[in-house]
């Protein structure tokens, strides 16, 4: 079964750590995303890339950046956290524009992040 | 970005039949999707419509208007498993644009 691995469920960190979430597909996907997922404003793109080393800025990426050096591992890295960065955060990954098919995204369990 | 409406929660009665609409505003549509989200899960995907008209799929059935920028998911026959955030989802280009999600309570 494909899978897009999120490597930790939960995570608590105190404020101004730098943290990383990390992401890993095993689909051979080209497009990687990442989102943050919170109660009545749904799910918001912060981050994304279509091939290895590019990245996009989303709809909200201030206090975030991220890293793909390799096509399978996305990650996102929060540079000072703050504790409105607290929320779920959820990895996803596509097939190239003209292959993607009719299935969207794959998701990851997401990772829910609690900055103290 | 996209501009995606949907109800917030909806309930009804087990065996019953549940309508969620969406309606959008976008530039460069290719598709709208929707996905199933259980509590504390990754969302799941249900259905897509890229043309107008109706796709079903077992209880499960979205239709869409292009013209009308509005979908509908159609839930037949409902189980207290169906309990769950359902997400309208519109494509552009790479990206996946998201409404806030409607909660659906089935009441047995």
């Known amino acids: 079964d494909v899978k897009v691995t999120q490597s930790s469920r939960y995570l608590v960190k105190r404020t101004g750590e730098k943290v990383f979430l990390e992401c890993v597909q095993d689909?051979?996907?080209?497009?990687m995303f990442w989102y943050r997922q919170d109660p009545g404003l749904g799910l918001r793109l912060i981050y994304f890339?279509?091939?290895?080393?590019?990245?996009e800025k989303g709809d909200i990426p201030e206090g975030y950046s991220v890293s793909r050096e390799k096509k399978e591992r996305f990650s996102l890295i929060l540079e000072s956290a703050s504790t409105n960065q607290t929320s779920m955060y959820l990895c996803?990954?596509?097939?190239?524009?003209?292959?993607?098919?009719?299935?969207?995204?794959?998701f990851g369990s997401g990772t829910r992040l609690t900055v103290v | 970005g996209q501009n995606i409406d949907q109800p917030t929660e909806m309930t009804a009665t087990e065996g019953a039949i549940v309508q969620i609409n969406c309606t959008y505003q976008?530039?460069?549509?290719?598709?709208l999707f929707w996905y199933q989200q259980h509590a504390g899960e990754a969302p799941t995907f249900l259905s897509y419509?890229?043309?107008?008209g109706l796709e079903e799929k077992g209880r499960f059935s979205s239709f869409l208007s292009r013209s009308k920028g509005y979908s509908y998911l159609l839930l037949k026959e409902l189980q207290m498993k169906d309990s769950a955030s359902y997400l309208c989802?519109?494509?552009?280009?790479?990206?996946?644009?998201f409404g806030a999600g409607t909660t659906v309570t089935v009441r047995a």
């Open positions: 689909m051979d996907h080209e497009n």
């Open positions: 419509n890229v043309l107008d």
């Open positions: 996803a990954s596509s097939l190239r524009a003209r292959d993607r098919g009719k299935r969207g995204y794959t």
């Open positions: 890339s279509y091939d290895v080393k590019m990245k």
């Open positions: 976008t530039s460069g549509f290719n598709g």
């Open positions: 989802a519109v494509r552009a280009d790479y990206k996946l644009s």
